[in-house]
């Protein structure tokens, strides 16, 4: 059974930065593709960045330039760094592979 679990989410002033873990258990963690996706408030979970077991990286257009996605196979662990930080980033960040997710971790930007 896949389980997966977030953290370091937090409250972070505008320009700020957080750097999310996902770690992951019941999986060939290095065998797999994993994703990370963020909710908001009143709004669909959507689609922030992947990274593939090959280390192939996408980014929605949203984070480019910002965010940096990593994965450390040894450790069964994936990040998320998010730079540069905006208000509209606020949300529930979540990870994910295939049908498995976590439960969450909270990002508030706000001054």
């Known amino acids: 059974q896949v389980h997966l679990v977030e953290s370091g989410g937090g409250l972070v002033q505008p320009g700020g930065s957080l750097r999310l873990s996902c770690a992951a258990s019941?999986?060939?963690?290095?065998?797999?593709?994993m994703v990370w996706y963020r909710q908001a408030p009143g709004k669909q979970r959507e689609f922030v960045a992947t990274?593939?077991?090959?280390?192939?990286?996408m980014y929605t257009d949203s984070v480019k330039g910002r965010f940096i996605v990593s994965r450390d196979n040894a450790k069964n662990m994936v990040y998320l760094q998010m730079n540069s930080l905006k208000p509209e980033d606020t949300a529930v960040y979540y990870c994910?592979?295939?049908?498995?997710w976590g439960q969450g971790t909270q990002v508030t930007v706000s001054s």
């Open positions: 990274i593939t077991k090959s280390g192939q990286i």
């Open positions: 994910n592979v295939e049908a498995a």
């Open positions: 019941g999986i060939i963690f290095s065998s797999i593709g």
